[in-house]
């Protein structure tokens, strides 16, 4: 048996490693799109912002417009794994497909489901268990940071064994590449260490059950929150993608800067001020050096209402389609169910197959 769970994110090697490898795949993939097929997914606890939109979903449907086929998880059990409960989760799944739909994901070419909703990848998580110690799940870096900041007063089990689930929605599918980021490349290399180790004790060299995913970082560009922390669903520090023209420039004015008036692009001297320049950068598909330059002595009241500006402009398509979409709930709904459907069937033959390889197939 292989024992590889030691690297964590802080790992610099295994970022960089992953990154590498990235590249490699980027290539393959821009060779033969259709022989791709990716998973990725979010946990619904709560709208998607501005940092996830050039952070990822850009990304995903990219992918998808190039060809590859992908799988998009709403983990909705995941939410449980640092809360006792998962309030308005209905809504909160609901709002998830449509910033989905919004940035154009398009559920006639990608799967969108909610992995409680199959039944037959919630399965495979026993045999999955077996096949982990348990002083390798307590070793997971991502989740002693996850314990460190959690809000319960007690871990759950579902805390400690949530990377195992989560092999579980990436390997259901067979997916061979899973596009995340950083925080979450343990939890890719326990979804590898699984495979391999069915593999071995399952399945012939021949004919392996499982393929081994990998990771396709994404270059998640350094958006801060508007108070210069990190972007976050739940600090009210970031523009959410459904924000109105209003909020966002009032959460825009309300942003962090600095005493200096000169706007100058230097991310490490002036996080916060280069963060802004950044954005009004990503959504103008300029440099960001050339931004700060265009401000110059100007200061930040004229930086901020050029990066105001820039988000409401880049993003009125975007909103205007979400607003259509979310009066047609019965539309996202069936979106859903049409995804789970999907999922299903696919988690069904695998399930097969796995009780195949372990002979409990009755
Ligand atoms: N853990 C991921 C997050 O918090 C969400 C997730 C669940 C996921 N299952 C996944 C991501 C499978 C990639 C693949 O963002």
């Not at 922390?229 to 739940?234: E, F």
Request: glycine share 8%.
């Amino acid at each position: 048996m292989t024992t590889t769970l030691d690297s964590g994110p802080s790992d610099d090697l295994g970022v960089a490693g992953a990154r590498r490898r990235g590249a490699e795949l980027e290539r393959s993939i821009r060779e033969r799109p259709g022989t791709f097929r990716a998973l990725t997914g979010d946990r619904p606890t709560g709208r998607l912002h501005l940092g996830h939109y050039f952070g990822t979903l850009q990304n995903r449907v990219r992918l998808q417009n190039m060809g590859v086929e992908m799988m998009v998880l709403v983990a909705d059990y995941q939410v449980l794994t640092d809360r006792d409960v998962a309030d308005r989760l209905t809504e909160r799944v609901e709002d998830l497909v449509l910033d989905y739909l919004a940035a154009g994901l398009d559920p006639g070419r990608a799967t969108i489901f909610t992995h409680s909703a199959v039944p037959a990848l919630n399965q495979l998580l026993l045999p999955f268990l077996s096949l982990v110690s348990v002083a390798e799940l307590g070793r997971n870096p991502t989740v002693k940071d996850e314990i460190a900041h959690s809000r319960q007063s007690a871990v759950s089990g579902l805390m400690f064994t949530y990377p195992v689930h989560q092999a579980a929605d990436i390997l259901f599918c067979k997916a061979g590449i899973v596009p995340v980021g950083q925080d979450q490349l343990p939890h890719l290399e326990v979804a590898r260490v699984i495979a391999r180790r069915f593999n071995n004790r399952y399945g012939t060299p021949s004919n392996p059950v499982f393929p081994e995913p990998e990771a396709l970082l994404s270059a998640a560009p350094l958006l801060l929150g508007t108070d210069g922390a990190k972007m976050s669903k739940s600090r009210g520090n970031a523009v959410a993608l459904a924000a109105t023209a209003d909020e966002t420039a009032r959460l825009i004015r309300g942003a962090k800067t600095d005493a200096e008036r000169h706007i100058t692009y230097d991310p490490i001297a002036r996080p916060e001020v280069s963060s802004l320049v950044l954005l009004a950068a990503l959504c103008l598909g300029r440099d960001p050096h050339e931004v700060a330059a265009g401000i110059g002595g100007r200061g930040a009241a004229a930086l901020k209402a050029l990066v105001t500006d820039a988000i409401n402009d880049h993003f009125a398509p975007l909103r205007a389609r979400r607003a259509e979409l979310a009066g047609d709930r019965g539309h996202v709904r069936r979106v859903l169910r049409d995804g789970n459907a999907r999922a299903a069937a696919v988690a069904a033959a695998t399930l097969a197959e796995v009780r195949t390889a372990m002979g409990v197939l009755y």
